[in-house]
């Protein structure tokens, strides 16, 4: 596509609840990253996909936070049983890296609040 | 891993005036320093970078200035206008073919007209 999307725009939740939240990267990109976004916090990184392998989960809060990757192509960031701690902006980034560089092209994120 | 701090966290300038916000870093192996834009409501963009053999990089009223040795590299806009007034995150690369961005907590620049 022209662009990264995501999906949902917006999403409440009840706490306890489970997620999903969908990314759809340029369409090429080998690397596809989950950012989150909380209030005056920067953008906090959760993990990264080369591919369909994710060598760098290190940014995932919990066990609660799991993603895939499939086809190269559309990712999904799973948080199960919510808490209202998770409420933030989820971005998704897709780039193709080069030598030095790494341009990363952001989607216009995931709103989830957990009441 | 890399740790990046960005100061201010918010800056107000009349527009015109320049506008100065600086980065840290803690791994000397970082060799890539890119710049993002978020204006409100809408996603980050990137509008400069510049890599660890150069020292200096212009673009238009933005330049971006890295010293490695002391390990910090700051963003300068001149000549502010109202629409430059939005939230800048630095970051810092890492890892093989500089995959991992480690971005600053952001800073908040307002130009007043």
């Known amino acids: 596509g022209a662009g990264v999307s995501q999906s949902p725009s917006n999403k409440v939740t009840e706490k306890g609840k489970d997620v999903e939240l969908r990314c759809d990267p340029i369409?090429?990109?080998?690397?596809l990253y989950w950012y989150r976004q909380s209030l005056g916090q920067g953008l906090e990184f959760l993990i990264y996909?080369?591919?369909?392998?994710?060598?760098?989960k290190s940014g995932l809060p919990s066990d609660r936070f799991s993603a895939e990757r499939t086809g190269g192509s559309v990712s999904t960031l799973t948080i199960q049983r919510t808490q209202q701690e998770d409420s933030a902006v989820y971005l998704c980034?897709?780039?193709?890296?080069?030598?030095?560089?790494?341009?990363?092209?952001f989607g216009a994120g995931s709103r989830l609040t957990v009441l | 891993g890399e740790n990046v701090e960005q100061h201010p966290s918010t800056l107000s300038v009349q527009e015109g005036d320049s506008a100065v916000i600086k980065c840290t870093y803690s791994?000397?192996?970082?060799?890539?320093f890119p710049w993002y834009k978020q204006e409100l409501g809408k996603r980050p963009q990137l509008i400069i970078d510049?890599?660890?053999?150069?020292g200096e990089k212009k673009d238009q009223r933005i330049a971006v200035t890295l010293n490695k040795t002391a390990k910090h590299f700051s963003l300068h806009i001149t000549e502010t206008q109202p629409e430059d007034s939005a939230v800048y995150f630095c970051?810092?690369?890492?890892?093989?073919?500089?995959?991992?961005?480690?971005f600053g907590k952001g800073t908040l620049l307002t130009v007043n007209p």
């Open positions: 980034a897709s780039s193709l890296p080069t030598p030095g560089a790494n341009v990363l092209t």
């Open positions: 369409s090429g990109h080998t690397a």
């Open positions: 996909f080369q591919g369909n392998s994710a060598p760098d």
């Open positions: 791994d000397s192996a970082s060799n890539y």
């Open positions: 510049i890599r660890s053999n150069v």
């Open positions: 970051a810092a690369s890492s890892g093989g073919s500089n995959y991992k961005l480690t």
